[in-house]
Nanobody, 123 residues
């Protein structure tokens, strides 16, 4: 059974940092691209970042590039999202996702999803 379990979300002040984790199980983690998306109330789910199976190639949404860093540990079946210089507009539920193929920023190209973790940034 595939499981993606996010953790690390919490309330943080603007300018602060958080590290989200996503523990994967039930599939061959090292063979999948991993990604992070987020969804704010009343908005569509949006792409944040992705990392290829080998961990060398990463892509970011323009608004997150330079502030967020995605990484993975294939030995631990875990993907991370380090978020720095957080802003109130970063407030959202953050979702981890996995894709066997070459995913894009379109949610339809991702195979598996976690339940999400809430990040709230206060001003």
């Amino acid at each position: 059974q595939v499981q993606l379990v996010e953790s690390g979300g919490q309330l943080v002040q603007a300018g602060g940092s958080l590290r989200l984790s996503c523990a994967a199980s039930g599939f061959i983690f090292s063979g999948y691209a991993m990604g992070w998306f987020r969804q704010a109330p009343g908005k569509e789910r949006e792409f944040v970042a992705t990392i290829r199976p080998g961990g060398r190639t990463t892509l970011y949404a323009d608004s997150m590039r330079g502030r967020f860093t995605i990484s993975r540990d294939n030995a631990k079946n875990t993907v991370y999202l380090q978020m720095n210089s957080l802003k109130p507009e970063d407030t959202a539920v953050y979702y981890c996702a996995a894709s066997l193929y070459n995913p894009t920023d379109d949610v339809k190209t991702w195979n598996y999803w976690g339940q999400g973790t809430q990040v709230t940034v206060s001003s």
